[in-house]
Nanobody, 115 residues
Framework: VQLVESGGGLVQPGGSLRLSCAAS????????MSWYRQAPGKERELVAH????????NYLDSVKGRFTISRENAKNTVYLQMNSLKPEDTAVYYC?????????WGQGTQVTVSS
């Protein structure tokens, strides 16, 4: 199993970024996918979650209405569209899946929201 994130960067408050996570090594379309984030000095937290078919999504309260998780099963890719970014969204963002009862993580992508 391999998860590779991309799309992070430096953005001004109010800006947007789209993160991507390319998955391989498992039957992507059969598994839930999640995005987590970890800010300096804080615990890792679940940001968004999407079911295998994409029909159900869930979000951290603080990102509801601003972030959208989606997936393209044909491309083995999950996305996180982040709009109206705030300084408190600054963190390393990780892609995650639980495959055969084991947690798999990407290497993370840094998102920095600052003027």
């Amino acid at each position: 199993v391999q998860l590779v994130e991309s799309g992070g960067g430096l953005v001004q408050p109010g800006g947007s970024l789209r993160l991507s996570c390319a998955a391989s090594g498992f039957t992507f379309s059969s598994y839930y996918m999640s995005w987590y984030r970890q800010a300096p000095g804080k615990e890792r937290e679940l940001v968004a979650h999407i079911t295998s078919g994409g029909g159900i999504t869930n979000y951290l309260d603080s990102v509801k209405g601003r972030f959208t998780i989606s997936r393209e099963n044909a491309k083995n890719t999950v996305y996180l569209q982040m709009n109206s970014l705030k300084p408190e969204d600054t963190a390393v963002y990780y892609c995650n899946s639980v495959v055969s009862r084991r947690d798999y993580w990407g290497q993370g992508t840094q998102v920095t929201v600052s003027s």
